[in-house]
């Protein structure tokens, strides 16, 4: 069984910046893509960021410019960097891989 763990979230104020990471039990080539979601509470979850085995890349509207996903092939580590960190960014944020394999969730709180 895969296991992913992501780790990095807490509370920053409007504009400031956190690095999330989602560490994989197995090498991150076994999976097609990876992806990160979050989902704020009384609401649905949402795809933020994707990343391909080839490196392409996608991003939901509301975090083009802001947001980088990223990859560590050698640490079977994908990275969200989260810069100019907005209020309705926060949520728990959520690393999914293999089709059906979650991580945990980590809270990304943004508040003044």
């Known amino acids: 069984q895969v296991r992913l763990v992501e780790s990095g979230g807490g509370l920053v104020h409007p504009g400031g910046s956190l690095r999330l990471s989602c560490t994989a039990s197995?090498?991150?080539?076994?999976?097609?893509?990876i992806e990160w979601y979050r989902q704020a509470p009384g609401k649905q979850r949402e795809l933020v960021a994707t990343?391909?085995?080839?490196?392409?890349?996608y991003y939901v509207d509301s975090v083009k410019g802001r947001f980088t996903i990223s990859r560590d092939n050698a640490e079977n580590t994908v990275y969200l960097q989260m810069n100019n960190l907005k209020p309705e960014d926060t949520a728990v944020y959520y690393c999914?891989?293999?089709?059906?394999?979650w991580g945990q969730g980590t809270q990304v709180t943004v508040s003044s």
């Open positions: 990343i391909t085995n080839l490196g392409g890349t």
């Open positions: 197995v090498s991150i080539f076994s999976t097609n893509a």
């Open positions: 999914k891989g293999w089709g059906t394999i």
